[in-house]
């Protein structure tokens, strides 16, 4: 190998130059299934339960003092922001995870319970407990005779 | 299940999983991913939100990185909004080469996934020094 010092270099460098281009499209998918980004951040479902309304979101990489939830009359919203930032000293090859500063109501058509709302953060996900009103018991009237 | 419409409305509220049944079902999906590098190491970023650390699974393999997890079912309930029906995460990756594949470390912190690929000595870029004459 000493022999062809030379070659043995340019090829070092040629190997190098594939490393480079190999790395300029690191990443690319092995499989089909290409990312497609969603049109809202975060992505929310609602849902109904027996006794309680229940908001999901998904946000991933937020902690508890990222978000603010209010709830105004019949207005749940939510609020917060993702930063972003390309980690120090990295360049960057793909970015498809995006920063987002977000604020999103939701007309509540239940009456709520005053108390008892909660709201829990875990994985990533953010779920809002909002318990309804219990409904009236149905009542008997009672007819008085004359 | 040919008439799943009529048997949601007929039933009201059913579960998550029955309804989502009748629902045309994504059951994986790719998470949007971020990727870095610097001289130490190439850095994947992918958002997981949901995702339980226990199901979260990394693996090389044929010079390509997996990465999949599983992610919990929303709350049981009427859907009223949104909704979602991926039952899990995949994504893979051709792995660089030059990559210390038996070094590779991952970790999962709200709902955010980083994978560590370290570079092998080789690959790493090195300041040659230079002797002066004295």
């Known amino acids: 190998m000493l022999g062809y010092a030379f070659s043995d270099f340019e090829r070092t460098f040629n190997e190098m130059d594939q490393l480079r281009q ?13 990312f497609s980004p ?20 998904e946000v991933p990489g937020l902690n508890e003092k990222d978000l603010e939830i209010t709830l105004k009359e019949d207005v749940l919203t939510l609020a917060g922001e993702r930063k972003l930032n390309v980690p120090d000293g990295y360049q960057v090859h793909r970015q498809e995870r995006r920063p987002a500063r977000f604020s999103r109501s939701f007309t509540v058509a239940h009456r709520l319970a005053s108390e008892g709302l909660t709201a829990e953060l875990k994985d990533g996900v953010l779920t809002v407990r909002l318990p309804k009103q219990p409904e009236e018991q149905p009542r008997k009237i009672q007819i008085k005779a004359g | 299940m040919d008439n799943g419409m009529s048997t949601q409305e007929r039933n009201g509220v059913q579960s998550n999983r029955e309804r989502a049944e009748f629902r045309p079902i994504r059951s994986t999906s790719a998470p949007p991913v971020d990727v870095y590098e610097n001289d130490e190491e190439v850095l994947v970023v992918a958002d997981v939100p949901g995702a339980r650390p226990d199901s979260v699974v990394v693996k090389v393999e044929k010079e390509e990185l997996y990465i999949t997890a599983r992610r919990e079912a929303d709350a049981d309930g009427r859907l009223l909004a949104g909704g979602r029906w991926e039952s899990e995460y995949r994504r893979s ?34 300041v040659i020094e230079i002797k002066t004459a004295s």
Do not use: N
């Open chain 1, 22 to 34: 190999r790395l300029g499209r690191v990443f690319g998918d092995v499989d089909t299934r290409e």
């Open chain 1, 38 to 57: 969603d049109t809202t951040w975060p992505r929310t479902s609602v849902y109904e339960t027996k006794d309680a309304l229940v908001l999901v979101a």
């Open chain 2, 93 to 126: 990756f051709v792995v660089p080469r030059g990559t210390d594949t038996a070094r590779i470390s991952a970790e999962l912190s709200h709902g955010v996934l980083q994978v560590h690929l370290p570079k092998s000595p080789a690959v790493k870029p090195r």
